[in-house]
């Protein structure tokens, strides 16, 4: 098998032709306005979402666990490994964008340092966690050899020079913004810098451009539940990319964001729905008390316990208790069957029932959509 070395970047133009540019132009502006008008109303929300976008990413890479797993790993309680990877997922993603906040720059520790949240519990990775290879690497075929691999990528010589000429393209402000987040992201999995979780790295990248470009500054809508609902789709746009054409990859970006933001405008309004029927439910509530910092803290912390609760509010796990108990009681948390650290666990179900729903929404509506997002 060949191995592949792809062209340097830093300085290549694009030129859109029209149909696309409005393909962009419209995804572009529907996020720039979900992230402006309600990010009062996603805020909280936004870590969920965050999670949203990691259990999407790592079921492209046939990482599974349900968001209701998720939750528990996040708490740090008993969990599979995949919903451990998922967990480890968000923090790699909230990384990159937290450093393109802070520098204004995509820049390459960052990119370790993520690379470092994504394994450093890994069983067998976390010794090369946030190093790029040393060795030769490939996709598909054997783990032994790289015969019959669907892609061999440079040789790990070449890496450091094509992660520099990577990083001077995506700061760049001269290319339109969804054609360099996608050029960025195949780029950077045709790099394939690192032994595993290039991938799940990459497409962090695509939220990297889009704040640094200013797009988004609060919300980081799930634009990967888009793509791996045509998951060999994208892997298709991905080889289009390395035989020279990006416009597959860029059209499906741009189909998969313009479903994630209208989707993600709904799942606002479902949730406000959601929070008028706690409100009746519980009747009236102070301001300030226990129980409304509890109701205001759930859609960002669904899964929880007393232990929890009492911790990140300073208060005695009695006080705590009784909080939870209101809020059971009302039919705003529910118990679960499953226990940790010696607490129940109890679950905001129709915050963690949303998710879900928002996940196979855009996975329907993208179904819906051809190769080309028409």
Not at 211 to 230: D, E, F, M, N, Q
Request: net charge negative; glycine share 6%.
């Amino acid at each position: 098998m060949e191995v592949c070395r792809p062209p340097f970047i830093a300085d290549t133009p694009f030129v859109a032709d029209r149909p696309l540019r409005v393909m962009m132009e419209n995804a572009l502006g529907g996020l720039a306005q979900l992230d402006r008008t309600h990010r009062g109303r996603l805020g909280g929300l936004n870590q969920l979402l965050l999670r949203t976008e990691s259990v999407a990413s790592s079921k492209i890479e046939n990482v599974e666990a349900s968001l209701a797993d998720y939750g528990r790993a996040a708490m740090g309680s008993s969990a599979n490994a995949s919903a451990v990877s998922m967990v480890a997922a968000t923090e790699a993603l909230t990384g990159i964008i937290r450093d393109v906040d802070s520098s204004g720059e995509i820049r390459r520790e960052a990119l370790h340092s993520a690379h470092r949240d994504l394994f450093r519990q890994h069983p067998s990775e976390h010794q090369r966690a946030g190093e790029v290879r040393t060795a030769q690497n490939w996709i598909g075929g054997s783990d032994y050899t790289p015969r019959n691999a669907l892609y061999v990528p440079p040789p790990p010589d070449t890496v450091d020079a094509y992660l520099e000429d990577l990083f001077a393209f995506a700061n760049r402000d001269d290319i339109p913004v969804i054609v360099q987040a996608a050029v960025v992201h195949a780029q950077f999995e045709s790099i394939h810098p690192f032994i595993d979780g290039n991938g799940r790295i990459g497409r962090t990248l695509i939220h990297a451009v889009l704040r640094r470009r200013k797009i988004t500054r609060y919300l980081t809508v799930p634009i990967a539940s888009g793509l791996v609902a045509h998951r060999e789709q994208y892997f298709d746009a991905l080889d289009d990319y390395r035989a020279g054409h990006a416009y597959t990859l860029i059209a499906m970006l741009s189909s998969a964001m313009t479903v994630a933001t209208h989707e993600s405008r709904r799942t606002a309004s479902n949730l406000l729905e959601v929070r008028q029927e706690w409100d009746a439910a519980l009747g009236p509530v102070r301001v300030g008390s226990d129980v409304h910092r509890v109701v205001e803290s759930l859609p960002s912390r669904p899964i929880l316990t007393v232990d929890d609760v009492a911790q990140r509010m300073g208060v005695a796990e009695e006080v705590a208790d009784s909080a939870i108990e209101r809020l059971h009681d009302a039919g705003v948390l529910q118990a679960s069957s499953r226990w940790t650290r010696g607490d129940r666990v109890w679950v905001a179900q129709a915050i963690l029932d949303e998710l879900s729903d928002l996940n196979d929404r855009i996975g329907a509506l993208s179904r819906g959509k051809s190769r080309y997002g028409t």
